[in-house]
Nanobody
Framework: QVQLVESGGGLAQPGGSLRLSCAVS?????LAWFRQAPGKEREFVSA????????YYADSAKGRFTIHGDNARNTAFLQMNSLKPEDTAVYYC?????????????????WGLGTQVTVSS
């Protein structure tokens, strides 16, 4: 059974940075970050394919967020820079053991409990 535990959320000012971590127990093929703001659907942010270190980003994250994985520590990170108030959401780590669409939340089998990110002055 795969377990995912997020950490690193908190309060940041607009233009600031936060780094989220996802500790993974078990094996996954793709690990992704999603976010969900109040009253909105869960949306894809970024993903990494462990075997090739290939990375994928939503348009809203390109140029500001960076995902990378540490295989030795079985941990994935999401570095978020130039944060905006619209980045405020609960951020979830998700994983699955096979390929396919990386943007569809229904394609993921394993989810963390989420970590709150609030961007406000």
């Amino acid at each position: 059974q795969v377990q995912l535990v997020e950490s690193g959320g908190g309060l940041a000012q607009p233009g600031g940075s936060l780094r989220l971590s996802c500790a993974v127990s078990g094996r996954t093929y793709i690990l992704a970050w999603f976010r969900q703001a109040p009253g909105k659907e869960r949306e894809f942010v970024s993903a990494i394919r462990w075997s090739t270190d290939s990375t994928y980003y939503a348009d809203s994250a390109k140029g500001r967020f960076t995902i990378h994985g540490d295989n030795a520590r079985n941990t994935a990170f999401l570095q978020m820079n130039s944060l905006k108030p619209e980045d405020t959401a609960v951020y979830y780590c998700a994983g699955r053991a096979y390929g396919g669409s990386y943007t569809d939340p229904n394609a993921y089998d394993y989810w963390g409990l989420g970590t709150q990110v609030t961007v406000s002055s």
